[in-house]
């Protein structure tokens, strides 16, 4: 069908044909009109709706997250106004529901498995491709929040910014940098095993799982930090993975697609980067890899302090 209605919601998915159906849209009530999709031969179809349009491809490389604070709010508008709105790609399958999954994902605070049933109820064919599948998991991952701060967004980035340059035989240049010094959310601070140079707090640390344990949903670095561990690694790990930390700028600015490096306080060398990825001991595959190696430092654990 052009277009199917999700269960619950005055919100209908479909493709770039329904808008062709001027009745049916008539007769379903539609008011609003979410495009997602690239170029603007269509757009005579909406004049007569309040209309929004997302420009983007069905592609692996595309950030869709940068769009879901924009989206559901038009969605929002939409629904609180009394109106029925049509989210519409291509062909009503990975684009548009996407969208939609993420709307419903946090207006009812629930899983992406949860939503994307719901929204499979309306219209079976419905199948977000699998970096769009990585990024709505993402998504849930920060709880349902898209900002320059949120660790998953952030590292799905520089995730991505490393693939494309890397394929293009040059090394990106990270925007943001963590502080190594640890803060009132940190629970573990890596230090230099040498000199007790602070490195690196457990904010900056990327989790990730041994790829036989990876879901079908979940992205690598999907693992929680807790004082409960004996350890933030897995006893199969040599290698903590991290985001870019401020000590490193120098190093990592250099433009080099790799490289060591060095305790900034002692010069004893205690890791490497490669911006093209690295495999872990535990069989897991990280991009990019910025690590230190686990024989190098100490972990010091930070505990609340009791009342």
Request: hydrophobic share 35%.
């Amino acid at each position: 069908m052009a277009m199917n209605k999700v269960p619950g919601y005055n919100i209908y998915i479909g493709t770039l044909f329904a808008l062709q159906g001027q009745k049916a849209l008539a007769d379903a009530g539609i008011t609003h009109v979410l495009s997602a999709l690239r170029g603007s031969n269509f757009t005579k179809l909406v004049t007569s709706f309040k209309h929004m349009q997302i420009h983007v491809d069905d592609d692996d490389d595309e950030d869709m997250l940068q769009y879901f604070n924009q989206s559901n709010a038009f969605i929002e508008e939409a629904l609180s106004s009394g109106g029925k709105i049509l989210v519409h790609c291509i062909a009503g399958i990975s684009r548009s529901s996407t969208l939609v999954i993420a709307y419903i994902m946090r207006d009812r605070r629930i899983s992406l498995e949860e939503a994307w049933s719901l929204v499979q109820q309306g219209r079976p064919i419905v199948n977000p491709n699998d970096s769009f599948k990585e990024q709505l998991a993402i998504y849930e991952q920060d709880g349902f929040e898209v900002s320059e701060s949120s660790p998953g967004y952030r590292r799905w980035k520089l995730k991505k910014q490393a693939e494309l340059a890397t394929a293009a035989g040059t090394a990106p240049s990270p925007k943001v940098y963590s502080e190594e010094k640890a803060a009132g959310n940190s629970t573990v601070e890596l230090r230099c095993k040498k000199c007790r140079c602070p490195l690196a707090q457990s904010t900056a640390i990327v989790p990730h799982l041994a790829t036989s344990g990876s879901s079908k949903y979940e992205p690598s670095y999907h693992s929680k930090i807790g004082p409960s561990m004996v350890s933030v690694l897995a006893p199969s790990c040599m290698h903590y993975f991290l985001d870019p930390v401020r000590w490193m700028k120098d190093e990592l600015e250099r433009g080099e697609l790799d490289g060591k490096f060095d305790c900034p306080k002692c010069q004893t060398k205690i890791g490497s980067y490669r911006w093209q990825g690295m495999k872990c001991t535990c069989g897991a595959w990280v991009t990019p890899g910025i690590s230190i190696q686990r024989g190098r430092v100490d972990e010091i654990r930070k505990f609340a302090a009791k009342a």
